[in-house]
């Protein structure tokens, strides 16, 4: 495969101004990614600080209510920070620090991002300053605040639809005003090369958990993977370890917002077409005329409009499957969670359990499926609450 | 040989950039004409995208009017035939790689050619990716205009080798916009660039008064002007042609015999 390219699909689209970045960024993580030292303080510090492994989890009671395949889901949840965000962020951040830079940028959508790249910051001592939009700031002011006490400046986006393809763009164009101290810790598996490959690297080792613990709690692997998908770094961090493994289905959720017959939905893969933007080739809701869309989803964290390359690319070999989940099936699914495990799942993430509430009971009870739960969704209850009609603030 | 190229011969060259649509496409045709006539050199016309992610808040603004007035490139296409029934002009289209390559690159630069577009600019473009589109602009004789930048360094001896038409040098770091100082970066970029490609280079980026157009064109061949016109095509509206003539004329003065 040609350098950067997933397919067709990946790419470095950006201005002249961050070529040097991305290549002196290329290099670094080519030359450090094997190196004896760099590995042992990021495993170190995923182990210690962040509490992997994460566990997997069998939900005795969502499989006996659905009647089919046996559910277990994949704690990332669990994790430092609430989230899967914080695996890239330690990579990422320490890539920084072993390539002298003394100061990070981030953009975030949900917030978890954002927490994350502050916290890593914090704990690495560097300056960080988060990208986020009004919508965002407004609708996960929680997370605001948090970024804010672990010692990063929030920059609240107004330009644009004020969401995180904003804040994308806001954390791109203060990267090419200074690249020289700063590195942009891109959250997902998206925007140019070698971005995808970087995050999906540092995310690969939720799957690989997942082989080992399932072989060693079933003795077998896995019928089926499913999790959600923004840009989607957290369904290639699932999927990864199992793309060779062809048996195995690989299903990311997107966000079908109110329906994805109507505008109002963020199901890129679904409803997109191929184009090129933040600096990748890949899939994007836009118009005919290639200008990006205003998406939708009552997940912050899913309201982008583009897709990471590598999921573009499993698409178009039908590798994966992509379904899309409406605001209203995650919602419900939401609440299912919360009340049949105890466990309060991100939005984003009950997106994945949505999908997994109808394809369970489809599969025999001999199968497993897996589910990844991406984050929990303390940051959420205020949100659902409003959806509910419960007119609660944080 | 392309229209670009007369771009650098009256002098050092004026290139003002304003978005195609803003305030309207009426008024950007009367600009185009009267920017010509006030000692415009070549003109970059930029095609509005919904997230332009090298133009700082002032020309973000012009793309957002300009969308939100309802122009398309179809129509922008339309337009610039309107004015080659009137003017010679040379026009380069600036905009991002994703409208070229939805509209399908091959009939984006088709209709350049038939439209009588000479150029084309396109930020998120850069070298390693220029395959994109190249082979289409060498097909229909359009000249690809590259960028560098002061973050260039290794990289201009490549880029400069294959540039048609001229060179694109980013004065400073970051995205569009008036500055008050421009470092002097901007010189050995140029003096780089001479050294494998006798090219014309034309500075841009934080450009916007005849003192600072003065100070680039001791070295360069010419300067290009975005923010601080769009400026006033923000401030008076559709009221704007004569002031932004005046500022063209102002600023073409001041470096016409440098």
Redesign the interface.
């Known amino acids: 495969m040609v350098k950067g390219r997933f397919g067709i699909h990946g790419?470095?689209?950006?201005?002249?101004?961050?070529?040097?970045?991305v290549i002196e960024l290329e290099e670094a993580y080519n030359r450090l990614k094997d190196d004896a030292e760099f590995k042992e303080e990021l495993n170190s510090l995923l182990m210690n600080y962040a509490g992997r492994p994460s566990p997997l989890y069998y939900a005795k009671k969502m499989t006996q209510d659905l009647g089919g395949a046996k559910v277990y889901l994949k704690r990332e949840d669990l994790n430092h920070t609430g989230s899967h965000k914080i695996n890239n962020v330690l990579g990422q951040v320490l890539l920084a620090k072993y390539m002298g830079k003394t100061r990070v940028i981030a953009e975030t959508g949900a917030g978890q991002h954002g927490v994350a790249t502050a916290t890593a910051a914090a704990l690495m001592g560097m300056e960080c300053e988060i990208f986020m939009g009004k919508e965002d700031t407004d609708r996960q002011a929680l997370n605001v605040f948090r970024m804010k006490l672990l010692g990063a400046k929030v920059h609240v986006v107004t330009?644009?639809t004020q969401t995180l393809?904003?804040a994308v763009?806001e954390t791109?164009?203060e990267w090419?005003?200074?690249?020289d101290d700063t590195h942009y810790v891109l959250g997902s598996v998206m925007g140019p090369h070698p971005f995808p490959t970087i995050v999906r690297d540092f995310q690969k080792v939720i799957g690989c958990e997942v082989r080992k613990q399932i072989l060693e709690m079933e003795g077998r692997l896995p019928d089926a993977l499913v999790a959600c998908v923004g840009g989607g770094s957290n369904a290639i961090g699932l999927f990864y370890d199992f793309i060779e493994d062809r048996d195995i289905r690989l299903i990311g959720c997107e966000a079908a917002g109110h329906g994805i017959d109507t505008d109002k939905n963020a199901a890129t893969i679904t409803t997109g077409?191929v184009?090129?933007?933040?600096?990748m080739?890949s899939y994007?809701c836009?118009d005919?005329?290639?200008?990006?869309a205003p998406v939708y989803s009552i997940s912050a964290g899913l309201d982008y409009p583009g897709v990471g390359p590598e999921h573009a690319y499993l698409h178009d070999t039908g590798r994966a499957e992509y379904v899309a989940v409406t605001d209203n099936e995650a919602v419900e699914a939401f609440e299912y969670l919360s009340r049949i495990e105890g466990i309060i799942p991100a939005i984003e993430s009950a997106h994945a359990v949505a999908y997994a509430r109808k394809l369970a009971p489809t599969m025999g009870k001999e199968q497993i499926l897996v589910v990844g739960l991406s984050g929990r969704g303390d940051k959420d209850v205020a949100a659902i609450a409003r959806y509910r009609g419960v007119d609660i603030y944080e | 040989m392309n229209n670009i190229n007369n771009a650098f011969t009256n002098g050092k060259a004026f290139i003002p950039f304003i978005t195609a649509g803003d305030p309207s496409i009426e008024i950007t045709e009367q600009l185009v004409l009267q920017m010509a006539e006030a000692g415009a050199d070549l003109i970059e016309l930029g095609i509005p995208f919904s997230d332009p992610v090298a133009e700082g808040e002032v020309i973000q603004g012009a793309n957002i009017r300009a969308l939100s007035g309802g122009v398309t490139v179809d129509r922008i296409f339309e337009m610039v035939k309107r004015i080659r029934c009137k003017c010679t002009v040379p026009i380069a289209f600036m905009t991002y790689v994703n409208p070229v390559f939805c509209y399908g690159p091959e009939k984006f630069i088709r209709n350049c050619k038939e439209a009588g577009v000479d150029g084309l600019i396109i930020p998120d473009l850069p070298y390693e990716e220029k395959g994109e589109i190249m082979p289409f602009c060498t097909k229909y004789g359009i000249n690809l205009i590259s960028m560098i930048a002061p973050t260039s360094k290794n990289r201009i001896r490549m880029i400069a080798k294959e540039a048609k038409g001229f060179i694109y040098c980013v004065s400073s770091m970051g995205v569009t916009g008036v500055r008050e100082n421009i470092g002097d970066e901007a010189r050995e970029m140029v003096e780089l660039v001479k050294t494998v490609n006798d090219i014309p280079c034309a500075i841009g980026f934080g450009v916007s008064t005849p003192e600072q157009a003065v100070k680039m064109t001791k070295f360069a061949d010419g300067v290009i002007v975005g923010s601080a016109i769009v400026k006033i095509v923000e401030k008076y509206g559709s009221e704007c042609v004569p002031y932004v003539v005046e500022y063209v004329r102002t600023m073409k003065n001041a470096i016409k015999t440098m």
Request: no cysteine; hydrophobic share 30%; net charge positive.
């Open positions: 790419g470095q689209y950006i201005p002249e101004t961050l070529m040097n970045a330009s644009g393809k904003d763009n791109l164009r090419s005003r200074r690249a077409t184009g090129i933007f933040h600096g080739k994007f836009q005919e005329y290639g200008q990006i």
